[in-house]
């Protein structure tokens, strides 16, 4: 059995003043039987370390070990932070930071060399889906973004629409759930049966307390990445409930 898991992504939002909002969830779901992941940005991930049972991710790392590359932090060091995982290929940085998937590949397969899970992220644009292009682009992102080293617990894949992500839009049910078979479906061909039906699909794209239990009976749905909604534990608390009760 996947365990569920509830990430949050916290973007370019938080200062240590926030870290408060982790004490918060950390005593409400003490007992949780989900995985609970916090990706703070990167001047806070050390701080964010020790609120078990929250586990803390980066939000991208770059695909070398360390050298001269200004700005950016490397797998080694978000492992050296105390962290357990990364998000790579984010729209956001898809689309503004120009990263195809040949170096989303890279940057996952970085951070699973050092034994970070790497969750990588999938999603059309609404010109995509209307042109009926979803799965093709889907597909293709898939097989481009994940190294051929994917076990269960390296690799997480997250499908998020672009056209869905911070604008209250939500694909319905069944196009969520059409992705999320297909996903499997690829995943189980290239890896095989075992290690195709490990590997953990979360739903992400406005995700919210009112909303969350609906998407996570979706087959395949095995929890979120949650933008906006992972800000406060008032409003993450509700969604990681929705899905220790699912
Ligand atoms: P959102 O962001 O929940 O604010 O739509 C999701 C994401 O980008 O991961």
Same mark, same amino acid.
Request: glycine share 10%; aromatic share 4%; with cysteine.
């Given at each position: 059995?996947?365990?569920? #898991?509830?990430?949050?992504?916290?973007?370019?939002?938080?200062?240590? +003043? @926030?870290? +408060?909002?982790?004490?918060?969830?950390?005593?409400?779901?003490?007992?949780?039987?989900?995985?609970?992941?916090?990706?703070?940005?990167?001047? #806070?991930?050390?701080?964010?370390?020790?609120?078990?049972?929250?586990?803390?991710?980066?939000?991208?790392?770059?695909?070398?070990?360390?050298?001269?590359?200004?700005?950016?932090?490397?797998?080694?060091?978000?492992?050296?932070?105390?962290?357990?995982?990364?998000?790579?290929?984010?729209?956001?940085?898809?689309?503004?930071?120009?990263?195809?998937?040949?170096?989303?590949?890279?940057?996952?397969?970085?951070?699973?060399?050092?034994? #970070?899970?790497?969750?990588?992220?999938?999603?059309?644009?609404?010109?995509?889906?209307?042109?009926?292009?979803?799965?093709?682009?889907?597909?293709?992102?898939?097989?481009? @973004?994940?190294?051929?080293?994917?076990?269960?617990?390296? #690799?997480?894949?997250?499908?998020?629409? /672009?056209?869905?992500?911070?604008?209250?839009?939500?694909?319905?049910?069944?196009?969520?759930?059409?992705?999320?078979? &297909?996903?499997?479906?690829?995943?189980?061909?290239? &890896?095989?049966?075992?290690?195709?039906?490990?590997?953990?699909?979360?739903?992400?794209?406005?995700?919210?307390?009112?909303?969350?239990?609906?998407? &996570?009976?979706?087959?395949?749905?095995?929890?979120?990445?949650?933008?906006?909604?992972?800000?406060? +534990?008032?409003?993450?608390?509700? /969604?990681?409930?929705?899905?220790?009760?699912?």
């Amino acid at each position: 059995m996947r365990r569920k #898991l509830a990430a949050g992504n916290w973007k370019m939002n938080g200062t240590r +003043a @926030s870290l +408060a909002e982790l004490a918060v969830l950390a005593k409400t779901h003490a007992a949780s039987e989900v995985d609970i992941l916090i990706c703070p940005p990167a001047t #806070l991930l050390t701080a964010a370390c020790g609120h078990a049972p929250l586990m803390i991710g980066a939000q991208d790392c770059h695909m070398a070990t360390s050298g001269a590359h200004t700005g950016d932090i490397s797998a080694a060091q978000i492992k050296d932070a105390g962290a357990t995982a990364v998000i790579v290929g984010h729209s956001e940085r898809r689309v503004a930071h120009e990263e195809h998937s040949e170096i989303v590949r890279a940057k996952a397969r970085a951070a699973q060399a050092e034994g #970070l899970t790497a969750i990588v992220c999938l999603g059309e644009s609404l010109a995509q889906r209307e042109a009926q292009n979803t799965l093709d682009i889907i597909g293709g992102q898939l097989a481009g @973004s994940i190294p051929d080293n994917a076990t269960g617990e390296n #690799l997480v894949v997250a499908y998020e629409p /672009i056209w869905a992500i911070g604008t209250g839009l939500v694909p319905d049910l069944a196009q969520i759930g059409e992705v999320h078979d &297909f996903i499997r479906s690829r995943l189980e061909r290239r &890896f095989g049966a075992g290690v195709g039906r490990s590997v953990r699909l979360l739903y992400g794209g406005s995700v919210k307390p009112d909303n969350a239990a609906d998407i &996570f009976t979706v087959p395949n749905v095995d929890g979120a990445l949650v933008g906006g909604a992972s800000l406060t +534990a008032a409003d993450f608390s509700p /969604i990681i409930t929705a899905l220790e009760t699912v």
